[in-house]
């Protein structure tokens, strides 16, 4: 399985709507897709489909030392859905503290579940820093920086590539990473000029697969559906099934340049 960590170090910026819209455009091509909602605030799951935010998911299992696929779902967009759950404090901070202890919990974790060797996860992550970001980018094969095209984009940059340098030893974990602007709005001239700089910056590690600002999104979280159900064809739709193409190509080994 090809494994993908979308990471911030801001709130706000979109990556859990980018996380269930992608694995909705790959899923609806009939390719496996598990969506992880690795994220104490438990809410992918109101992108994916579900009326409110569930109980139990891999939180729960975890501790009582069940399996995971008991609390996966499937939705009508073809997508596996693993939801964080809700924990009590005393056993979420009991919980993070054995993530600390264990780097590569996560992974082994991935690997019971026996998901198809050509399926892509996606794991929607707590921002930085938290030992839950720290365990997604061990596993990780691709790390998609969510950020938007605001001033404060260099605080941004380097506030990741700070915690990418330490936590992969190195620049390792930069290789595998890739820049990925959303909420864009290139109507306006200040947002133009911060994507000039930033592809100036970054090169080929800024995706030329931006997602741009479009009413659709709002629209389709609110109707409860995919951006893909809700208006195929818009611009936000073709956006994600760019970044789909690419994503997938990737997880083939014949990528282009990014």
């Known amino acids: 399985m090809y494994i993908v960590a979308l990471v911030s170090t801001q709130g706000g910026v979109g990556k859990t ?6 694995a909705a455009a790959i899923g609806k091509r009939g390719h496996a897709v598990l969506a992880l909602d690795w994220d104490p605030a438990n809410r992918l799951g109101l992108h994916l489909g579900l009326d409110q935010a569930p109980l139990q998911g891999l939180a729960q299992q975890s501790v009582s030392g069940g399996h995971w696929n008991e609390a996966a779902y499937h939705n009508s967009d073809n997508v596996d859905f693993l939801p964080f759950g809700q924990l009590c404090e005393e056993s979420r901070l009991a919980f993070e503290r054995l993530l600390c202890g264990d780097k590569l919990w996560l992974a082994r974790r991935l690997e019971e579940l026996e998901y198809p060797r050509n399926g892509v996860v996606l794991v929607d992550t707590m921002r930085a820093p938290s ?19 605001a001033p404060t984009f260099q ?10 340098i330490e936590l992969g030893e190195g620049h390792s974990l930069l290789l595998r990473q890739n820049y990925l602007l959303n909420q864009v709005d290139t109507t306006r001239r200040l947002t133009r000029e911060i994507i000039t700089v930033l592809h100036a910056q970054l090169e080929q590690r ?13 629209e389709a979280i609110a109707c409860n559906a995919s951006v893909a159900d809700h208006a195929p064809l818009g611009q ?3 956006d994600f099934q760019g970044l789909a193409s690419w994503l997938l190509a990737q997880a083939d080994g014949e990528g282009p340049l990014p």
């Open 206 to 218: 800024l995706l030329r697969y931006m997602i741009h600002r479009d009413e659709a999104v709002p």
């Open 17 to 22: 709507t980018i996380t269930a819209n992608l």
């Open 236 to 238: 936000a739709d073709h």
């Open 131 to 149: 030992p839950y970001l720290t365990q997604a980018l061990q596993v990780a094969d691709r790390v998609l920086s969510v950020m938007t095209p």
């Open 155 to 164: 605080l941004d940059i380097e506030a990741m590539e700070k915690f990418l």
